[in-house]
């Protein structure tokens, strides 16, 4: 485990100058503008989380004229044979970036089962604890010397602590959670402290404590952390002194700016909307642009629609969380592509599962596992391709299933990760990256 | 700032938390007298089993050990693992002056018999008992919705309240009476009654035969099933038919219905096969050493398997018990994992026959688990200091010294809560139509104690493992519980309470957070650092504000030390 650790010098130099104010530009910098040159540079992963389990039947696999097609249409994309809904028409324009998969099929679907499955490639419950996929990916892309988190998710559904975090892997590959509401807003309304929920929590001292208090704290508590790890070097202290080296490295240096939205075109910000998934996707744009190799980003709601979770009014609710997900994604894309990111950048889209090809009398649609939809784009990915088909009723996969190890293992192999590594497991077995039964949709891969 | 919050109530108050923090409060009346009974000598004795084999191994293996814990250590240590929080500075002063050779005996005498020890261990053996808490979607909700369904907890907290023996612990676990319960559905939770039930086990397992064999083998018997349940493994002890063979025990539960609902368990008590899935082959129920079960008429399937599993002469039950407690006191099994004992996989680190001999005790004394922690506790090996004194010590597996351990979320919070002086405000929920309705016996949520704790929440089974986020860092370093310390009980009484030194809040601090004295050195350093109004600038005369400010910051180092952070 290479933990980049500072010396007590450093460390004591960074107090210093934070305290004073001065800035510390720091390695970060020189790493930021090395970043998008850089032919070598490993890739990224950004996950945009569709909180709730999108309605395949009214976003990618659209079956109109069929009784469970429901009223959406079907547009074409820049990439003939590409076809996905009308409400994203902005993405539609990027079809050749896109794999589309339509035969997902997994067996979970309940929304706690579902979204470990889809984190973490396996069901829960068992006294293996897997590490979900952001940190899984992050431990293997991380650069060196990041003084950001690797794994940072943004606005997740913290019901399920278990997808967001390392299970056997260092906690260092946890994910740094930003925007967590806690609990669900009922109303549906999307929060409006945005701005306030992407800034990194307890980053900054408390009001009533001054910079000299605060400096006078992290002298002494460096030197009383000093002498108790002299003679007792164990994991748990050890690894308390290097988180707290981390926090604070996060508090003092440039890289937190990385979470400063203000730096951005005004332009910019307003076409990747402004909303929490929207002003999140900017977001993972401006870390990955600083090396963080894994981002997840949740969409979790929009005026009137309070989750993908459309059991009623399944499809005023899907248009109005298309209209946020379609500028945010294709924004995403474009501004990826203008910084030269594009072609080390994965993104990921998905949910926990599908919805029932059938309507209910709600006119809305409930949990379905059996065949439904994930779209991989940018990096790594061969686009502008349909994988997999469902029937023409929506309730069966007729071609290439493809189930939660598969896909993780796809997702592998796009980020351009050996998924046969294994890592020690919490129970002292090696587990690898995937199963060795794991089928990657090699087709999608470039 | 003015202090807000005990000022108001009035200063009689902080007075009299001062006076806990400060005073070496008055020896009791008269000291117990060192009173043996038989227990005490048979635990006694057994401890001395365990130094004289840890002797010999030592020798053996060229280890140095590392010398006995000071009182102040060992105070911490015990009171983590037996009552899951730190002692109060008070209770730390009481001890600290004790000056009777017997104090450590007593002292776990009183911590055995205390209030906190039933909820501690509520919380080791839910945590153990049912880990799909950490790794299922009803994580955060279990906790909120646990409290008002069938309640675990309290179940738990009864069997720990009756002082039962842990072999009738596990019967009823077992044979847990489930016919015309209701299941849990996989979106929705059994209706709110406060009824203490084993029930959420089997609600957690999913009702699965496979993951009931599964998870009884691991947690009672250390035998790991789970990779025969799908093909024999080659080089594995267990077929797949053994396992199905397990799992039959379990066959006559059911839930039948819609999983996504709540519905009523069906259990035929009689049924004693299974059906392997694929292979179509039934299999009859047969227990892990090949024996065949003696059917009685009227004696359930499940009851068969847990007369087996807790007779006296089962091969693994009072092993892998023992063997369980020992790496929660040592940080390291005698044979790790502690789940796997049986296998190519398992790890000797049994010094010579300790294993049986602890297994054997557990057995004489009725499966009463406090006697094997009244044995352990008392041993020389668990009193070493953790501090490295020699590199032969390195190795855990040695047990050269003792091995620091991370706190769990509960035990950080409980401890942080009595070191700041926090009183627990109960949780309103946000969910009006769920009320927070706490069963008997289980005390009620606080709602920052909840918000901590998913902060917190453990990451690794084995507390040796244990480490700290990033996150974690912030939140104790920036996050509510450091911005207010200026303001809390324990810096507000020291700060008001007028005839103490300096140095004598200092040391308050130290033994409220650290449950130690400052070292010379220590004490110097934060003595001159309040005196002198703490950050203020150089040249300003300090304040009485200053100075508490400056209290504040002492108390905020100790409680974001690494010291503070392990058991050691």
Sequence with gaps: MAIPTLSRRDYLTLSAAGVIGFSMSGWLKVLADGTAKDRKRKRSCILLWMNGGPSQMDTFDLKPGHENGGPFQEIKTNVPGVRISEHLSRLAKHGDRLAVIRSMSTREADHGRGTYLMHTGHVPGGPIDYPSMGALFAKELEPPDLELPSFVSIAPNNLVPAAQRAGFLDPRYSSFVLGAGGLVDFTGAPPANYEQLLKVQDSER????????????????????????????????????????????????????????????????????????????LLARRLVERGVPFVEVTLSGAAGANSWDTHSNNFEGVKKLSAVLDPAWATLLEDLDDKGLLDTTLIVWAGEFGRTPHINRNRGRDHWAKSWSTVLAGGGVKGGQVVGKTSADGTEVAERPVDGQDFLATVGLALGVDITKPNVSNIGRPVRITEPTAKPIKEVVA | MTPVGIHSVGKGLALAGALLLL????????????????????????????????????????????????????????????????????????????????????????????????????????????????????????????????????????????????????????????????????????????????????????????????????????????????????????????????????????????????????????????TMPGAGKVVPARFLDG???????????????????????????????????????????????????????????????????????????????????????????????????????DDPRLFGRMTARGLTGEQLFDSYALATGYRPRPLVTVIPSLPNVAPPGVPPRDMFREQFLSTFANQSDRAADSQTSIQQALALMNGAAAGGLARSRTVTALADFPLMTTAERVEALYLATLSRKPRPGELERFVKYVDRGGALADGKEPQEKDKTAALADVLWVLLNSAEFKVNH
């Design chain 1, 206 to 281: 408390p009001a009533e404590v001054s910079a000299a208090q605060a400096a006078a704290r992290l002298k002494f508590l460096e030197e009383a952390d000093e002498e108790f790890l002299r003679d007792r070097p164990d994991g748990p202290a050890a690894s308390h002194r290097a988180a707290y080296r981390r926090a604070v490295a996060l508090m003092r240096s440039d890289a937190a700016k990385a979470f400063n939205l203000g730096e951005e075109p005004k332009g910019l910000r307003e076409r990747y909307g402004n909303n929490l998934f929207g002003q999140g996707c």
């Design chain 2, 23 to 274: 005073a070496a409060t008055p020896a009791r009346a008269e000291p117990p007298k060192a009173r043996q009974t038989e227990t005490d000598r048979a635990a006694a004795a057994l401890a001395a089993k365990i130094d004289e084999r840890f002797a010999k191994r030592w020798k053996d293996r060229e280890v140095q050990p590392a010398p006995p814990a000071d009182d102040a250590e060992f105070l911490r240590r015990v009171y983590l693992d037996l009552a899951g929080r730190i002692p109060s500075a008070g209770e730390a002063r009481r001890f600290l002056d004790d000056t009777s050779p017997d104090k450590r005996r007593r002292l776990v005498d009183d911590l055995l018999n205390g209030p906190a020890f039933v909820t501690h261990w509520v919380n080791v053996w839910r945590a153990l008992l049912l880990p799909e808490f950490r790794t299922l979607d009803v994580n955060g909700q279990a906790r909120f919705f646990e409290g008002g369904g069938y309640s675990f907890e309290a179940w738990l907290r009864k069997q720990l309240e009756e002082g039962v023996g842990y072999d009738r612990m596990v019967r009823e676990l077992l044979t847990a009476p489930v016919d015309g319960l209701v299941a849990a559905g996989t979106d929705t939770f059994a209706p709110r009654t406060a009824q203490p039930s084993a029930v959420t086990f089997y609600n957690l397992k999913k009702v699965q035969p496979e993951n009931l064999a599964a998870s009884t083998a691991r947690l009672f018997l250390g035998v790991r099933l789970e990779c025969a349940q799908c093909h024999n493994h080659p080089f594995a002890k267990w077929k797949q038919e053994q396992f199905w063979s397990q799992a039959a025990f379990f066959a006559g539960l059911e839930a039948p219905g819609d999983k996504d609902r709540p519905r009523p368990f069906r259990d035929n008590p009689d049924k004693r096969d299974i």
């Design chain 2, 291 to 393: 024996g065949e079960p003696k059917w009685q008429d009227q004696v359930s399937s499940r009851r068969t398997l847990a007369d087996w599993v807790t007779a006296p002469n089962n091969p693994y039950f009072p092993r892998a018990a023992a063997n369980r407690l020992w790496a929660y006191f040592l940080g390291t099994g005698l044979i790790e994992p502690v789940d796997e004992m049986v296998g190519d996989m398992a790890q000797n680190n049994d010094p010579g026959g300790l294993l049986d001999e602890l297994a054997g005790a557990l057995v004489a004394h009725d499966f009463d688990l406090k006697f094997l922690m009244r044995a352990i506790t008392a041993s020389k090996v668990y009193q070493l200091t953790s501090a490295r004194t020699h590199a032969s010590q």
